[in-house]
């Protein structure tokens, strides 16, 4: 019963770009992390991607990360605390303010790094087939002119 609710309640939502641009994100969301774990990355999900794709290469303060990722300082916190366990991340002093710390990524985690660099190319590949190179194309331009940031 709660199920034909659902099919019901989505049949009747509007068909628009917003819908369309959430549900491809997902669905790219969700290939990229079982690719990662197949991969060998057991511990990667997709809650923990969207704080992996806040800390850069280089590493930053700890502080600013939880301003990047939007959302509460217990949560950056807890999941901080996974990838360090996982041996993914590290916290070190901040040299430059005595209480802060820096996140950084482990050898682990810029191996994990350079197989998710493959993997989003892999998919990127497979995007490209399904759309051919002009419609690939045309998505990319699209998306980028959506950007609302221009260093983009």
């Known amino acids: 019963m709660v199920k034909q609710l659902d099919e019901d309640v989505i049949s009747t939502l509007a068909d628009h770009v ?8 997902r ?10 774990r197949a991969a060998g990355h057991d511990w990667f999900s997709e809650a923990r991607a969207g704080l992996l794709g806040h800390i850069p290469r280089g590493g930053i303060r700890q502080a600013s990360l939880i301003e990047r990722a939007g959302v509460s ?6 999941l901080l605390d996974g990838l360090e ?6 916290r070190a002093p901040d040299p430059h303010d005595k209480r802060g710390k820096l996140v950084r990524y482990t ?17 990127e590949r497979r995007y490209r087939e399904r759309l051919g190179d002009g419609g690939f194309d045309a998505l990319m331009t699209a998306l980028r002119a959506l950007d609302h940031d221009p260093v983009r």
């Open 27 to 36: 669905a790219w969301q969700a290939e990229f992390a079982a690719a990662m």
């Open 107 to 123: 050898a682990r985690g810029l191996a994990a790094l350079s197989d998710g660099d493959r993997i989003k190319l892999d998919i």
């Open 73 to 78: 300082k217990q949560a950056v916190q807890q």
């Open 18 to 25: 917003g819908w369309r641009l959430w549900q491809a994100s």
């Open 85 to 90: 366990a996982e041996g993914v991340i590290e």
